[in-house]
């Protein structure tokens, strides 16, 4: 079985452009997170989707940072414009319900 | 809120020695916990959990063991290999599957 799918791997970005990450999670699995990982730390929530809805987005910098679950499959989360310090690690990860979550292996930003 | 403090690192450890990492939550009701491993490059790992108190989790040697009365979920391997090298989390999630992460501990076993 497929696991938690994410592109792109890496991103090098300048500061002021706009950036997204896909995540495709796996099969059958309705709910959806999106973690930030800064360097030497643990993930933190971005946003939770159940299905289509996205139920918890409360620690999502909704100024610069816009996600969408179309369909309530595939995901993308958008930064724009980047800022220097959203360079960090961007996980996807996703569970049936509130079974166990499933990590993707990261997109790592690098904004210049 | 819900939180998680463990071990800090580096831990280094030659080959076939004892591990543990300390890991210890603060929470109001009773949450699920988990270890997750994340090797370099890589994404993380559920390396293995517990639902309720008492109950002891394992995978690939490695074991922990849900304590409600120290409020803790010590990692321990009784055996440790070069392949262990990495960074190790300790985690909660509440009812509603919110998790809250530690900071990790990353692990370096040499041969």
């Known amino acids: 079985e497929a696991g938690v799918v994410q592109s792109p791997r890496y991103k090098i970005i300048e500061k002021k452009q706009p950036v997204a990450f896909w995540c495709n999670p796996i099969s ?50 958008k ?6 310090g959203d360079s960090a690690v961007y996980l996807c990860a996703s569970s049936l319900g509130e079974d166990t979550q499933y990590f993707g292996p990261g997109t790592r930003l690098t904004v210049l | 809120g819900d939180s998680v403090t463990q071990m800090e690192g580096p831990v280094t450890l030659s080959e076939e020695a004892f591990l543990t990492i300390n890991c210890t939550y603060t929470a109001t009701g009773y949450p699920s916990l988990f270890w997750y491993v994340q090797y370099p490059g890589e994404g993380l790992q559920l390396l293995l959990k517990a639902t309720k108190a008492d109950d002891k989790g394992s995978n690939k040697g490695f074991e922990a063991t849900y304590r409600k009365e120290t409020t803790s979920f010590h990692l321990e391997k009784g055996s440790v290999q070069v392949s262990d090298s990495a960074v190790y989390f300790c985690a909660l999630s509440d009812l509603a599957n919110d998790m ?11 041969p």
């Open chain 1, 28 to 77: 059958g699995h309705n709910t959806l997170y999106w973690y930030l990982q800064n360097l030497g730390q643990g993930p933190e929530l971005l946003i939770r989707y159940e299905n289509e809805e996205a139920v918890d987005d409360s620690q999502l910098p909704k100024d610069r940072f816009s996600a969408e679950r179309l369909k309530g499959v595939d995901s993308t989360l």
């Open chain 1, 79 to 84: 930064i724009q414009p980047a800022e220097l």
């Open chain 2, 100 to 110: 809250r992460f530690g900071a990790g501990t990353r692990l370096t076993v040499k």
